[in-house]
Nanobody, 118 residues
């Protein structure tokens, strides 16, 4: 059974920092592209950042220079360090795991709330 469990969300003032974690089980973590997505009230879910199995990273323009995605394959865990947070970063943040070699697998976590107060 695949599980992606996010943690680290909470309430922070604008300009502050948070680090989210995503602990994965039931998958060969090192083979998956991992990602963070977010969904604000009334908006569609959007990409925040991804990190490939080889460690290549990709960021949404809105978070470049402020967020850093990383992974620890030994711990089956992905992280995102979020600095200089803005009220517009307020959203539910979701962990995603994707594998697309011959067959495609796509898994989501349950989400963790991040609220940035002005």
């Amino acid at each position: 059974q695949v599980q992606l469990v996010e943690s680290g969300g909470g309430l922070v003032q604008a300009g502050g920092s948070l680090r989210l974690s995503c602990a994965a089980s039931g998958i060969i973590f090192s083979m998956y592209t991992m990602g963070w997505y977010r969904q604000a009230p009334g908006k569609q879910r959007e990409l925040v950042a991804t990190i490939s199995s080889g460690g290549s990273t990709n960021y949404a323009d809105s978070v470049k220079g402020r967020f850093t995605i990383s992974r620890d394959n030994a711990k089956n865990t992905m992280y995102v360090q979020m600095n200089t947070l803005k009220p517009e970063d307020t959203a539910v943040y979701y962990c995603n795991a994707q594998y697309s070699q011959v067959v495609r697998y796509n898994y989501w976590g349950q989400g963790t709330q991040v609220t940035v107060s002005s």
